[in-house]
């Protein structure tokens, strides 16, 4: 995913089909649904790249003493 500056085609599509104000519940609802599809989304692919990698605690464990940043 990238910003271009314009509407992406999920905005786009969003635009579309809310061409209405909704209440304020609605619009939480929509928004933590939408929230919680990302971040499944997120997990899932995280979840591929464990076991593509074959990364297990010991892989966690050694990243959290490695000093990644650069000068």
Same mark, same amino acid.
Request: no cysteine; proline share 1%; net charge negative.
């Given at each position: 995913?990238? @910003? *271009?500056?314009?509407? *992406?085609?999920?905005?786009?599509?969003? /635009? #579309?089909? =809310?061409?209405?104000?909704?209440? &304020?519940?609605? %619009?939480?609802?929509? #928004? $933590?649904? %939408? @929230?919680?599809? =990302? @971040? $499944?989304? @997120?997990?899932?692919?995280? &979840?591929? /790249?464990?076991? $593509?990698?074959? %990364? &297990? $605690?010991? *892989?966690?464990?050694?990243? #959290?003493? &490695?000093? %990644?940043?650069? #000068?």
């Amino acid at each position: 995913m990238e @910003a *271009t500056g314009r509407l *992406t085609n999920i905005q786009s599509e969003l /635009l #579309k089909v =809310f061409q209405y104000n909704l209440p &304020d519940t609605q %619009l939480r609802d929509i #928004k $933590e649904m %939408l @929230a919680k599809y =990302f @971040a $499944e989304s @997120a997990s899932n692919e995280m &979840d591929k /790249l464990w076991d $593509e990698q074959n %990364l &297990d $605690e010991q *892989t966690i464990e050694s990243w #959290k003493n &490695d000093h %990644l940043r650069q #000068k």
